[in-house]
């Protein structure tokens, strides 16, 4: 042992005391064949998330970022409530 390095105690624990292994954990599991990750092992959204390159002014980004992390999602929210009672055709 190095003189060098301090003394880390072990996080070993029983097996016997290790969670079951049941088939929902699998199904969120990470799948990889070899090094290459196969299948990403997460939910699906019912409704998945578009990326894109979008240009808004900077008075409008500055408000939502002052709100912190998430403020993205607060912009997406912000933009379906608008739809609920306006229609993008009206603004044409």
């Not at 105690?9 to 969670?19: H, I, L, Q, V």
């Not at 002052?66 to 933009?79: E, F, K, P």
Request: contains cysteine; charged residues 30%.
């Amino acid at each position: 042992m190095n003189g060098n390095k301090p003394i880390t105690p072990g996080d070993w624990s029983d097996p016997d005391d290790a969670p079951e292994l049941t088939d929902d954990f699998f199904d969120r599991a990470d799948e990889f064949q070899g090094a290459q990750l196969i299948r990403r092992g997460r939910p699906k959204a019912d409704c998945p998330k578009q990326a894109l390159t979008v240009r808004y002014d900077s008075d409008v980004i500055a408000a939502f970022k002052v709100t912190g992390r998430g403020w993205q999602t607060r912009m997406n929210l912000a933009l379906k409530d608008w739809l609920k009672t306006h229609s993008p055709h009206d603004y044409k």
